[in-house]
Every structure is written in structure tokens, then in C-alpha cells.
């Protein structure tokens, strides 16, 4: 009895000591996941204002020498060399032109990808700034200049400034951080193989196993400090499609004695159309068929026997994708066997929707709050643009927003939009960029680890 009375005892002193011992690991981790360490948010911003100038230089850098996609030779060997000073673990030549840093910290911990793109566009540049982009090259076949018109230099400028940090504070993190370096967003030249596709086909979330990944767009419609993102489908899928109406050739003056794949392809887009407004749940999530191409005959007096037409279908849900892909084929070979033509389908499937896992975005926005100011993370609207981080996405959760380059009071709609001559990027919009790689990473790894 007396021993059950001390074993009852000890019973309790064990449950009130758990109780304290959880108070302590869920009130400080709570805590943790509300705010992330503020000290250590208070270090890298210190650090990013410390290293905000050398940023700058990287970017006036980067900007005035643009390689296009899978061409992305120096850019590569001059972060390669940076990231190499830093001591960390480099490897080159992934998907061509593709660099990858690798960070250990002084703990265990998850790994954590952090993305920056590379490449330049076929644009010539007609700003005024001091380090415009002056380089021209052959582009299939065609004498272009080169810029990078849609901010990709800030975003090397701002991983590299977030590298810095980071391994200055090695021995604190909980983990490994992957600097990814990935060449060819914009889409790699025709016949070529390339971007964040390539990259993941030649392993890099392997090795070791990313189990998170982060990424960042500049925006030149975006004030200067702000920051927007999208839980779930954030940018669209892009699918490219050929249809192909064949049908019989005849006279113009007497249409009955033929079949005519102009007029069958009429009845097809407006099926399309219909396949987005009458069969599409667009309170769920928008989608977009367009036709961007229809060709068809050679004079005002005959019906010809063959029309082709190709476009672009973009979608934000996979599901919708799927769907939206299989009654495309349905309306198009019904529409032209109602007709007595013949159509075929062709469903070329690009760039995947930019999907930001829900628990992660929800996860890491208090940290995006902490460092931006609650009021400058907005939710935004979803784009019917594409963007190639899907990729990874599709392979490891990730988390995807944009952060402001626009001078502060501008209206967005004089900013020149993005892959356009008068591109531009006020610089300071970087500092929130830098502070937002560095601190998600460290806030992942701390929420994540033992
Ligand atoms: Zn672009
Ligand atoms: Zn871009």
C-alpha cells in the first residue's frame, strides 16, 4: 500500500514535471512558429544591411553582362567562384549552365532549397541606367540585343547575398541549405533541354534529399517592401496545343461538294470558349483557353482540305487541368465528325502550375510577416503566367511569392511590366528579398529540427 501511495506520488510529480516539460517544448515552439527567433531575424537583417551594397554591385554586375538561357556560361563561373569563397561544397554544369552550393550547419537538420534563376531575355535594353545592358547575340539566327528584363539578376544578386549570411551563421543552423542556381527559366532554346526540369531529371533535390524548397520573384509592379503571395495555385500551368482539321477540298462556289475545315474550325473555338465558360468551375480556380494561330488556304475561291490551328491552355489545379485537356479532345474530334471532317488533337504539356503547399506557406508567412511588417505581405491573385519552380514543387514542398521592385508611390500601371526594353528595378526592393531567403531558411530548419 505504502509503496502504491509512493509510486502514486512519483506518478504525480512525473505529470507535473511533463506537464512543465510541455508547457516549455510547445509554449516555446508555439512561439517559435508564430514569430521564428526574433534575435536571429534582428542578425540577418543586421547582416543583409551590412552586405546591401555588395548586393547592388552583384546585381549592376549581373545586368551588365546577360546570357540567355543555356547560355549561361560566366554568370555560372562567377557565382560558382563566389560560392566556392565561402567554403561550401559547389557543383557546376547541372541542366548545362546550373550551379549548386551546398551549406552544412552545425546541426542536423532538414534541408532547405533555395532558388534563384538565371537567365537573361532576347530584349534590348532602353532604360537610362548607368549599368545598362549593351550586349548583343545571335538568337535562332537573329542578330538580338540581350537584357535581363525580367529581373533574374536581382535574384542572383539576392541568393548570393542570402549564401553570405547564412554561412556566416553556419554554426547555428539546424540543417543544410542548397543554393540552386537554375539556368533557363525563360525556357530553353528550341531543341534544347534545359530549366528547372533538367535540373531535377539530373537529380538536383537528390543527394542530399531537399525537403523543402523556397523561391522568389521581383516584381516591377510590386512596391518597393512589400511582399505578395498565393496559398495553393499561385502561377498556371502552360500547355501548348495543335489541332489539325482535315477535311475535303473543293470549289468555293459549291461547298456541298466537298467538306471545309475553315468553317469547322470556326464551330471548334467557339467550343472551346464554351468548354472554359459552360463547363469549367471557375469559382474554384480560373483557367484560359486561347487560340493564338489559325492557318488555313491560299485563295478567295477555294475550300481547302487541311486548317491548323495551335494556342495555349492555362489552368491553376491539376485536376481542372486534366479535365479541361480531355474535353478539349471531346469538342474538337465531335465538333469535326459533326461536320464530316477529321481533327486531331496534339497536347503538349509545358511549365506546371506553381502550386505553394498549403501547411508550408501557412507555416512560413509569420516569418515573411516578421521580416516585412504584417502590413506589406499581401495576398494576391493568382497569374495565368507560368514559372518552371513547378518543377520542383511537383517533387518536394515549396513556397513561391513575390517581392516588390517598384519605386515606392508609383503607379503599377506606368511601371513598365516585366520583359519589356524599359524594364526596371529600384535596388532597395532587394533588402526585403535577401532577408526573406536568408530568414525562411533558418525559421524552416529551426521549426523542423530536434
Ligand atoms: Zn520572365
Ligand atoms: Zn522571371
Known amino acids: 500500500m505504502i509503496i502504491v501511495i509512493k509510486q502514486t506520488a512519483m506518478n504525480m510529480y512525473k505529470r507535473i514535471g511533463l506537464g512543465i516539460l510541455l508547457f516549455f517544448v510547445f509554449g516555446q515552439f508555439s512561439a517559435v512558429a508564430q514569430t521564428g527567433d526574433t534575435d536571429i531575424h534582428k542578425q540577418i537583417s543586421k547582416k543583409t544591411d551590412d552586405i546591401y551594397e555588395q548586393v547592388v554591385e552583384w546585381r549592376r554586375h549581373f545586368h551588365e553582362n546577360p546570357e540567355l538561357s543555356n547560355r549561361e556560361h560566366e554568370t555560372a563561373a562567377y557565382i560558382a567562384e563566389y560560392l566556392r569563397s565561402l567554403d561550401m561544397e559547389v557543383d557546376t554544369g547541372i541542366a548545362h549552365t546550373g550551379v549548386v552550393g551546398v551549406l552544412e550547419g552545425g546541426k542536423d537538420g532538414p534541408v532547405v532549397g533555395l532558388r534563384a534563376d538565371t537567365d537573361a531575355l532576347p530584349v534590348k535594353e532602353r532604360t537610362n541606367v548607368p549599368f545598362k545592358s549593351t550586349k548583343t547575340t545571335t538568337y535562332l539566327g537573329e542578330e538580338v540585343g540581350v537584357m535581363h528584363a525580367c529581373g533574374h539578376d536581382t535574384h542572383i544578386a539576392m541568393l548570393m547575398g542570402a549564401a553570405k549570411i547564412l554561412s556566416d551563421m553556419r554554426d547555428h543552423l539546424r540543417g543544410t541549405v542548397k543554393f540552386i542556381f537554375q539556368p533557363a527559366e525563360e525556357g530553353a532554346p528550341p531543341g534544347e533541354e534545359g530549366g528547372a526540369k533538367l535540373m531535377v531529371k539530373e537529380g538536383v533535390l537528390k543527394n542530399p534529399d531537399v525537403d523543402v524548397i523556397f523561391g522568389q520573384h521581383i516584381n516591377s509592379q510590386t512596391e518597393v517592401g512589400k511582399i505578395r503571395y498565393k496559398p495553393k495555385g499561385t502561377m498556371a500551368a502552360a500547355d501548348r496545343f495543335v489541332i489539325t482539321v482535315k477535311g475535303k477540298q ?89 461536320m464530316g471532317t477529321k481533327a486531331e488533337v496534339e497536347i503538349q504539356e509545358g511549365y506546371p502550375v506553381t502550386y505553394n503547399d498549403p501547411e508550408l506557406t501557412q507555416n512560413m508567412v509569420p516569418t515573411l510577416n516578421d521580416v516585412a511588417g504584417s502590413e506589406d505581405v499581401v495576398k494576391m491573385n493568382a497569374i495565368t503566367g507560368a514559372e518552371d519552380f513547378s518543377f520542383f514543387q511537383k517533387k518536394v514542398p515549396g513556397f513561391y511569392w513575390f517581392v516588390g521592385g517598384m519605386p515606392k508611390g508609383m503607379d503599377p500601371a506606368e511601371a513598365a511590366p516585366h520583359h519589356t526594353p524599359e524594364f526596371y528595378i529600384e535596388e532597395k526592393g532587394m533588402k526585403l528579398g535577401v532577408k526573406s531567403m536568408a530568414t525562411l531558411a533558418f525559421d524552416y530548419m529551426l521549426q523542423n529540427s530536434d
Do not use: F
Open 250 to 338: 473543293t470549289h468555293g462556289s459549291t461547298p456541298w461538294t466537298g467538306t471545309d475545315p475553315i468553317v469547322t474550325s470556326a464551330k471548334i473555338i467557339e467550343g472551346l470558349q464554351t468548354i472554359i465558360s459552360r463547363k469549367t468551375e471557375l469559382t474554384k480556380a480560373a483557367a484560359v483557353i486561347s487560340v493564338g494561330k489559325i492557318q488555313a488556304g491560299v485563295r478567295n475561291n477555294i475550300i481547302p482540305e487541311e486548317a491548323e490551328m495551335i494556342g495555349t491552355i492555362r489552368t491553376l489545379d491539376t485536376d481542372m487541368q486534366e479535365k479541361i485537356h480531355k474535353e478539349i479532345r471531346h469538342v474538337v474530334t465531335k465538333t469535326a465528325e459533326s
